[in-house]
Structures are given as structure tokens and as C-alpha cells.
């Protein structure tokens, strides 16, 4: 049987997976276009990532996976001290991301190429910690790890609650998760399409 937190760790990957290739998707056809983005749609996206995956997501797997993994299998010690570096270096990733933005939004076309390739960095960046984490932790966390240690990582990812994952969302974030769905141009989203 799948310790629930595996399932919650991969299903919260494939709704930040969704957020960022969204934000690809939304920023190439608005270069296809040469028209600008709904900046406050990228912000609220942003703030989902920094929200969620980075506060939650991250820090759960950081105090309570991957130190029971390193005390169980001295083997994962290199992957987890990469993915912790990269977990320490997130919240300064996303301010990056929302400073060149906002430098777009308010100083113009001449920032969205600066934009553009920090989002394409970022999402690489992501998309590479996932696959490291879904290829070689989780499948040897769910080899190494007892069942006593499993109640107690899943009892903590299942109070996660994060709404791109279908729960319903809290009434502090319920406005950020309408916007997003609801803008984010169809076929993405809700949103009408781009014309």
C-alpha cells in the first residue's frame, strides 16, 4: 500500500507541474501575439507557488521526509542535500521572479525578455527537483521507511489542503484560487480564450 503522503507529494507536483506550464503556455502566446499578460494573473500564480509549494510542500519534506530518510539510508544523504540546497534557495527564487515582473508590468517591454528567461530557468529548475525527487527519494523512501515513520509524514502532508490538488480552498486563499482558475484563458483555465 502507497503511504498517503507519496500521494500527496506527487499530486502536489502535478498541480505546481500545472501552474508553471501554464505560465509558459499564457507568456508564449502573448510573445505570438505582442500584446502583454494579465500581469495580475502571473502575480496571484506566483503567489501560489511561493504559498503552497514553497512554504508547505518544502518544508514538510525538509523537517520531517528527508530527515527520517537520511537517518534510515545513508545512500540518499547526496540527493537529499541537493534538494534541500534547492529548497533553501526557493524563496529567493520566487522574490527574483516577482521583482522581474513587476519590472515588466511597470517599466515596460524592454523587461520581458529578462522575465521570460528567468521563469524559463525556474521552471527547469523545478521540473529537474521533481523528477529527482520522484525517480530516486520517494521510491527509496517507500522502500526504507517503517510504517510508524509514514503515520507521522502523513498525517503532516494530509493537512497540506492545497486546492489545485481538489481540496476545497481555505476562505483566506479562496480568492487567489477563484482568479486563478477562472483567468487563466481556456484551454488552460476557465477563462475565455485568448481571441
Same mark, same amino acid.
Given at each position: 500500500?502507497?503511504?498517503? &503522503? =507519496?500521494?500527496?507529494?506527487?499530486? *502536489? @507536483?502535478?498541480?505546481?507541474? /500545472?501552474?508553471? !506550464?501554464?505560465?509558459?503556455?499564457? #507568456?508564449?502566446?502573448?510573445?505570438?501575439?505582442?500584446?502583454?499578460?494579465?500581469?495580475?494573473?502571473?502575480?496571484?500564480?506566483?503567489?501560489?507557488?511561493?504559498?503552497?509549494?514553497?512554504?508547505?510542500?518544502?518544508?514538510?519534506?525538509?523537517?520531517?521526509?528527508?530527515?527520517?530518510?537520511?537517518?534510515?539510508?545513508?545512500?540518499?544523504?547526496? &540527493? =537529499?542535500?541537493?534538494?534541500?540546497? *534547492? @529548497?533553501?534557495?526557493?524563496? /529567493?527564487?520566487? !522574490?527574483?521572479?516577482?521583482?522581474? #515582473?513587476?519590472?515588466?508590468?511597470?517599466?515596460?517591454?524592454?523587461?520581458?525578455?529578462?522575465?521570460?528567461?528567468?521563469?524559463?530557468?525556474?521552471?527547469?529548475?523545478?521540473?529537474?527537483?521533481?523528477?529527482?525527487?520522484?525517480?530516486?527519494?520517494?521510491?527509496?523512501?517507500?522502500?526504507?521507511?517503517?510504517?510508524?515513520?509514514?503515520?507521522?509524514?502523513?498525517?503532516?502532508?494530509?493537512?497540506?489542503?492545497?486546492?489545485?490538488?481538489?481540496?476545497?480552498?481555505?476562505?483566506?486563499?479562496?480568492?487567489?484560487?477563484?482568479?486563478?482558475?477562472?483567468?487563466?484563458?481556456?484551454?488552460?483555465?476557465?477563462?475565455?480564450?485568448?481571441?
Amino acid at each position: 500500500m502507497t503511504p498517503a &503522503a =507519496l500521494n500527496v507529494i506527487r499530486d *502536489e @507536483h502535478a498541480a505546481l507541474s /500545472a501552474v508553471l !506550464r501554464s505560465m509558459r503556455m499564457l #507568456l508564449a502566446e502573448h510573445r505570438r501575439r505582442a500584446s502583454a499578460p494579465d500581469f495580475g494573473l502571473l502575480r496571484a500564480m506566483l503567489l501560489y507557488v511561493d504559498e503552497f509549494p514553497e512554504k508547505l510542500h518544502h518544508t514538510k519534506e525538509s523537517e520531517l521526509l528527508f530527515p527520517l530518510l537520511r537517518a534510515r539510508s545513508p545512500e540518499a544523504a547526496e &540527493a =537529499l542535500d541537493r534538494l534541500d540546497a *534547492e @529548497h533553501g534557495r526557493g524563496e /529567493a527564487a520566487i !522574490r527574483a521572479l516577482e521583482h522581474d #515582473l513587476l519590472a515588466w508590468e511597470v517599466l515596460g517591454e524592454s523587461r520581458r525578455a529578462a522575465f521570460e528567461q528567468a521563469l524559463d530557468r525556474y521552471v527547469d529548475f523545478y521540473m529537474a527537483h521533481m523528477s529527482l525527487e520522484e525517480t530516486q527519494v520517494l521510491p527509496l523512501a517507500q522502500r526504507v521507511l517503517s510504517a510508524a515513520d509514514w503515520a507521522s509524514i502523513d498525517g503532516a502532508f494530509l493537512a497540506n489542503r492545497d486546492p489545485l490538488t481538489g481540496h476545497a480552498p481555505t476562505d483566506e486563499f479562496r480568492p487567489l484560487f477563484t482568479r486563478i482558475v477562472n483567468t487563466v484563458p481556456a484551454p488552460i483555465g476557465l477563462g475565455p480564450a485568448l481571441a
